[in-house]
């Protein structure tokens, strides 16, 4: 073919490819979200949606197709979404979180209207079958009591998302602070201050065997890994169930805790800005989500469209072996008021969860200088300076461990700061600033040194994770690195943070190997990092 005959060809193709009414993919990497967009006229509906919504995607393009409707969905996490509706979410017609608490907490000025709960979704633990047998959970009533039992007993653990970053550790962190408080009609800031409710969630939560920013992550790190619960909306279980049974594996056994259940309940909400074209397009959208064939549909996904009951059609997805019963109405805890929420997550972060120990590998090779430089420095100084991390609900525990390994093409200095007081913080923050970058890049080096800190310290009382930022193309090996990581014998995450000419293939082989992730840092850097905390 002549190359005049080649380009035609391509352009015909390119035309076609243009006129389908697929879907467009974006990364918004600004606000660490995802942006996919369904249809290509029409009103636009702009919705800011939490990231279990994903799954929908199918049948949100199906809607677009046949109504001529664009739709943008833009995925954050339900702390993100809050703050957008804190903030008049100026860039969204609709909000989509996974449960009403971000609605009611974010929306001060009383913009989102026609609220509806699109499904529904248990918070509840999955716990390997032949274990559930063992400590006597099948076919039984359970408590909080009696799992905070089993973990004080060393009978059981379990991996759960950031309760400051993912709506399903918020909801079943909340669950447990009423369980373990007698379950009082709602919990009051009262309650928080009671000394036995602080020890026995410090111990509950000491349980905790991995943590994750985000509930469908967690449910790829459990089937990849080997843990033996998770705690996870009762939808993402079912799906991993699945997995585990195709794979020929143990399914999970789901237990309902009757004094601390939390529900997710999907709202989607429309945010009025006198827009009458634009309202009415919502709600045709949102009347075909609650049509009966959309909602059986989302019941084959393994969601919930009501508290008592599914479709015959879909009996069989929610299976009584697993511990489901769906004849059984679910009975969800009073959710606080907004300020106790608030105190609860503060508290969460600051003083119950399970300490971090965090090592910072900080790449200062030479191509840092200048831009790389000065925004590892911001990033840090979010984590660091304490009033700025309670902003994100990312502040210290005093009884976790921080520890900072400057590296180029060797490790330049390493300091630990253990206990992490808000002093010890603010002078490893001065330390970060007067880093000056030079020299070549070895990031395998680095993280070999941070195994070596690991190697002294009891990792059970910790939720460790090693956190890499590098803008190049590393030296060194990754065979080393890997023979140091099997002698340690733990399982350590180390996550990455990409910028500037950084090597994808050489992060994701770090990350895969280590069961971790990758952030993508080049738009925002703080905004990555703020990500990343939320695994650790």
Known sequence: MSKKAFISVLLIFLLLLSACGGSKKNDNQNSGSKQNVFGTGGTLIRIVSGSENKELEPLIEQYCKKNKVSIEMTYMGSIDIMRQLQAGAAN??????ASSIWISMGDKDFKVKHTESISLSPVVFG????????????????????????????????????????NSGACAYLGFL???????????????????????????????????????WL????????????????????????????????????????????????????????????????????????????????QKLGRRTGY??????????????????????????????????????????????????????????????????????????????????????????????????????????SIIIDPSTEEALNELNKRVKDQSAGGGTDMYRAMTEALITLETYDLNKYNPAIILLTDGESGGSFEDFKAAYEELGQDIPVFSIMFGDANPEQLEEVAKYTGARVFDGRENLAGAFRSVKGYN
């Open 92 to 97: 969204y017609d609709a909000v989509w979180p």
């Open 127 to 166: 716990i390997k079958k032949s274990l559930a047998e063992k400590i006597g959970f099948v076919d039984k009533e359970v408590s909080i009591n009696d799992i905070m039992s089993k973990i004080n007993s060393g009978e059981l653990k379990f991996c759960m998302t950031s309760a400051t970053q993912s």
């Open 178 to 216: 009423s369980g373990l408080s007698g379950n009082p009609e709602v919990l009051t800031k009262e309650d928080l201050q009671k000394q036995q409710l602080r020890e026995d969630i410090t111990n509950l939560l000491s349980g905790v065997d991995r943590s994750s920013g985000s509930s469908e």
């Open 219 to 298: 449910k790829t790190l459990f089937l990849n890994g080997n843990y033996d619960s998770m705690v996870n909306y009762e939808s993402l279980i079912i799906t991993t169930n699945q997995e585990l049974v195709a794979r020929g594996e143990e399914p999970l056994y789901l237990v309902y805790p009757y004094d601390g259940l939390s529900i997710s309940d999907s709202p989607l909400g429309y945010i009025d800005r006198g827009d009458k074209n634009k309202e009415k397009a919502f709600l045709d959208f949102q009347k075909y989500l609650l049509s009966e064939r959309v909602q059986s549909e989302l």
């Open 308 to 413: 008592e009951g599914v479709f015959d059609e879909n009996k069989g997805v929610f299976k009584k072996e697993w511990g489901i019963n769906t004849d059984r109405i679910l009975s969800p805890i009073k959710l606080p008021t907004a300020d106790v929420i608030m105190e609860a997550l503060n508290l969460y972060q600051g003083e119950f969860r399970k300490p971090s120990l965090s090592i910072y590998c900080l790449d200062f090779s030479g191509s840092m200088a200048g831009k790389g430089e000065k925004e590892v420095k911001e990033a840090m100084d979010l984590i660091l300076d304490q009033q700025k991390a309670k902003d994100l609900l990312l502040q210290a525990n005093p009884s976790e461990v921080n520890q900072v390994i400057f590296f180029n093409s060797d490790v330049i200095d």
